[in-house]
């Protein structure tokens, strides 16, 4: 499992002249071994720092918590990398997570042969676990790769695409439910509790869920935790969805109305369409994600609309929210295999507010669109 | 807001000699200053390290994401704690986190006047952050303080007691749906959506939500995620509750049937009935939790069942499990304000399982039970 992200990675860090790398991101982490625990509680209670990831010459071995050793996935198969588990929580001697952790980084890092800089996520690597491969390997130089993963975290593999497909299906399941349950008189909960209720029956089991559930005349009514705001005879619901599973994220966005919806929204939903059907058609490999960005603005603007305060769009993989950044500063080229989001919407605060989100693969000649969700005007 | 959890940590840290302190982890920082970001999707993407508070000589600083800023409740008001915010995600230019985070970290440090050695969260602080004020301090001797605000925590403040009540109430609700909706043919999700679903429509907005929603002939059948298992005909159940409101848990767990219980299970869900019972009637400031602990396992032997391999219960704050620990080592005596479950069961791998839990207040002449759910037999 991940062994192309692997791959990649090893050539990475060879190219910066590292053969040796502590990883301590989570996301990084997830990337490169699939390693996916329970998110939905916030951290479990018994770890000793962050998990690690070793590399040493072409092999990783992955240090995480006993509790967590379950959310490895088929781990037995991997010749370039082993799973090592440290002790949390017992309810015979008190819990020692921290120096647990510590020494069985000892044992890993000691085993190490070879000389030279160590890469670290510096971001993320406490300075206890520092302390530790700097005295096993004897004051040894580290060296910052924080945002080294980042660029190759882009372009998805066929295994990756899977896991994507997958949280896309689930999040249009979400917005067909949205479409049939939004009428006035319910709250931003109610719709919420039945988009989640009715993904989590669909697999058979817990699924972290965001984004936005906002009524139209929220005054801030481009995104939010769903409230108990009511749904209004007139209201427009912006309705944006992640699923999150196999680790992978999806999302979607769709604006619906609790009755037929009046011309100024009519207005604004078609320009919108119109708006991202454009921005789709612009996607292909080599374009700049800022061409799309000021693109997409422009072509509101033209149309004598707000334009959105927000990005125009972004990649997804193990977060929600990654490179490619669709953004106006952003030069990255798009390259066929990105999985990319455009979401172009315009607001008129505390009245309405309407966005449309499609979720994309860059293809050798232009994009394939992954979402399926009826974005079309209710009513 | 949390100005007592401050007090208690300023008097704790001056008997260690130390004035100045850098906190790191979440759970210290929740307690500290009633900070309470979402859970429920991970890690934020755009955070540069962990937050942070810096305490010195009497002033507490909390710095986080400036996208967590609205997640810190009545902040204008603490005399004694400031906060300041780094810049996280903004469409204009790259995302800096790390270093904007050690930017103002080391204007924070920097104002320090004091002397001596600072006290540390070394297992959550990273070694970027330790350098910052390494450097910015002039090489000072940092101190270990992991551990040190865990006793603090075990009894709670009366504006603590107020939000774990609130909770408490919270998971009753989920029992009571759990009780009315259980029936062969239900899968666990199908159970866990329904309870879900009831607790976020009751305060109108998204609440976390654990533990345990296992059916009885699961091989371990102490607990587990729900999953698509299938209620059968003569099935136990057991539901393990807590919800996490106001950056605090509840906890409380009963057993359910699918229909009415055979010989065997109702005359353990009995004997379970009188065990938790027994140990609610051990509660009292003075008595040692290893003491609860080996009489209620007696009491469960001494009937001829299978004692159960974990806990007898913990205490529960801003997370849902912490000290006072009721397990076989811990020799902690028992204080007034301290809140902690008791929850022993019974288990037949792979057939069925009773465990029942109640949360309780420590008050000066015994305790007084914060659950209300309902734990006898169905049927």
């Known amino acids: 499992m991940h062994a192309q992200q692997r791959q990649r990675t090893q050539e990475r860090l060879a190219q910066g002249g590292l053969t040796r790398a502590l990883f301590a991101d989570i996301h990084s982490i997830k990337w490169l071994t699939g390693f996916n625990p329970p998110i939905q509680l916030g951290p479990s209670f018994f770890v000793g720092g962050p998990p690690l990831l070793w590399y040493d010459n072409g092999t990783f071995t992955l240090i995480v918590l006993d509790g967590h050793a379950d959310s490895v996935a088929a781990f037995g198969a991997q010749p370039d990398c082993t799973l090592v588990t440290y002790e949390g929580y017992t309810i015979q001697k008190p819990i020692t997570g921290g120096p647990n952790l510590s020494a069985v980084l000892r044992d890993v890092v000691g085993s190490s042969a ?110 939010g935790w769903p409230g108990d705001l009511l749904v209004r005879e007139d209201d427009s619901v912006i309705v944006d969805l992640s699923t999150v599973r196999h680790g992978y994220w999806s999302d979607s966005c769709a604006t619906y109305y609790a009755t037929k919806p009046g011309e100024a929204q009519s207005a604004a939903h078609r320009m919108i369409e119109d708006a991202l059907a454009f921005a789709i058609s612009l996607v292909r490999p080599g374009v700049q994600a800022n061409e799309i960005d000021r693109k997409v603005r422009g072509f509101i603007e033209a149309r004598g609309y707000p334009v959105y305060p927000h990005h125009t769009g972004h990649g997804v993989g193990v977060t929600g929210h990654e490179e490619p950044r669709i953004v106006p500063y952003n030069e990255v080229p798009l390259a066929a295999g990105m999985v990319i989001l455009l979401e172009p919407g315009t607001y008129v605060p505390g009245a309405w507010g309407v966005r449309l989100e499609d979720a994309l693969l860059v293809t050798e000649d232009g994009a394939e669109v992954l979402t399926t969700h009826e974005k079309g005007m209710m009513g």
Chains 1, 2 share one sequence.
Not at 159 to 164: R, T
Not at 200 to 207: A, K, L
Request: proline share 4%.
């Open 114 to 223: 070879g000389g030279g800089p160590v890469g670290v996520e510096a971001r993320s690597l406490t300075f206890l676990l520092h302390d530790v491969i700097n005295d096993v390997l004897g004051g040894v130089t580290s060296s910052t790769i924080d945002d080294w993963l980042a660029p190759l975290r882009m372009v998805k593999t066929a295994e990756e695409i899977v896991k994507l497909r997958d949280n896309f299906a689930l999040s249009d399941l979400g917005h067909r439910v949205a479409r049939q349950v939004i009428k006035p008189g319910l709250r931003e909960i109610d719709i919420w509790a039945e988009i989640h209720g009715s993904i989590q029956r669909e697999v058979g089991e817990r699924v972290p869920l965001g984004n936005d559930c906002v009524v139209g005349y929220r005054q801030n009514n481009i995104g």
